[in-house]
C-alpha cells in the first residue's frame, strides 16, 4: 500500500493552472516538523520538505489554497517518483507527494515540543495524541 498523511506549513504561495482536459492542478510545497530528543533532553526541531501534487480540485478550495501561504494543512495521497529532462537535458529525479485530499487545518498541535506523547526517541504516538484532541 502506497499511503502518506502530511501535517505541516504551506512553504510558498501555491501554483494553479487548469490542464487541457479542464481539471485544476495545484502544486506547493510543506513543511513538517521532526523533533529529535538530544541527550541533554531537549527536543532539537528538523523541517522537511514536502512537494506536493493536487489534481481536480474545485475552484473554491484552489481559491483557499492560493490564500494559505504559512497555514497549516492536512494531506492524504501517494509517494510517487517522477523522472524529467532539467534545463541542461540531463535526466533528473524528484519525488511528489500526488494529494487525494488536501484540507486547511485550524489548530492541530502547534507545538509538539509541549505534547504529553512524544516518546524518547522523539517520535509521536499519533494515537494517543489525536485522542486527547
Do not use: C
Amino acid at each position: 500500500m502506497n499511503k502518506v498523511i502530511l501535517v505541516g506549513r504551506i512553504g510558498h504561495t501555491p501554483l494553479s493552472r487548469r490542464l487541457p482536459s479542464g481539471k485544476m492542478l495545484v502544486t506547493f510545497s510543506i513543511a513538517t516538523d521532526r523533533f529529535v530528543k538530544k541527550k541533554d533532553g531537549v527536543f532539537e526541531n528538523f523541517s522537511d520538505w514536502h512537494n506536493i501534487v493536487y489534481f481536480d480540485a474545485s475552484p473554491q478550495k484552489v481559491e483557499n489554497l492560493l490564500k494559505s501561504k504559512g497555514r497549516k494543512v492536512s494531506v492524504v495521497g501517494e509517494i510517487r517518483p517522477r523522472k524529467y529532462k532539467n534545463r541542461q537535458g540531463f535526466d533528473a529525479y524528484v519525488t511528489e507527494i500526488i494529494a487525494s485530499e488536501v484540507r486547511i487545518e485550524e489548530k492541530i498541535l502547534d507545538n509538539f515540543e509541549d505534547a504529553e506523547h512524544v516518546d524518547d526517541d522523539g517520535s509521536i504516538d499519533f494515537e494517543n495524541t489525536f485522542r486527547s484532541l
